[in-house]
Nanobody, 111 residues
Framework: QVQLVESGGGLVQPGGSLRLSCAAS????????MGWYRQAPGKQRELVASISSMGLTNIADSVKGRFTVSRDNAKNTVALQMNSLKPEDTAVYYC?????WGQGTQVTVSS
């Protein structure tokens, strides 16, 4: 059974940082592209960042320069480092592997 479990969300002040982690189990991880998505209230889910099996990254323009994505194939984990957070980054963040989604983790940026 494939499971993706996100962690690391929370409440942070504008300008702060958070590091999200997604742990995958039940599936071969190392040959797949991993993606981080987010969905804010009333908005569609959008791609934030992805990382290929070779470590090539794709970062959305809205977070470029502030967010980075990395993976550890030995641990079957992918991370999203979020710096200089803004209120508009508030959303539920999901990781995706092939057709599977994690349950999401809430990120709230507010003073």
């Amino acid at each position: 059974q494939v499971q993706l479990v996100e962690s690391g969300g929370g409440l942070v002040q504008p300008g702060g940082s958070l590091r999200l982690s997604c742990a995958a189990s039940g599936i071969s991880f190392r040959f797949s592209t991993m993606g981080w998505y987010r969905q804010a209230p009333g908005k569609q889910r959008e791609l934030v960042a992805s990382i290929s099996s070779m470590g090539l990254t794709n970062i959305a323009d809205s977070v470029k320069g502030r967010f980075t994505v990395s993976r550890d194939n030995a641990k079957n984990t992918v991370a999203l480092q979020m710096n200089s957070l803004k209120p508009e980054d508030t959303a539920v963040y999901y990781c995706k592997l092939q057709n599977w989604w994690g349950q999401g983790t809430q990120v709230t940026v507010s003073s």
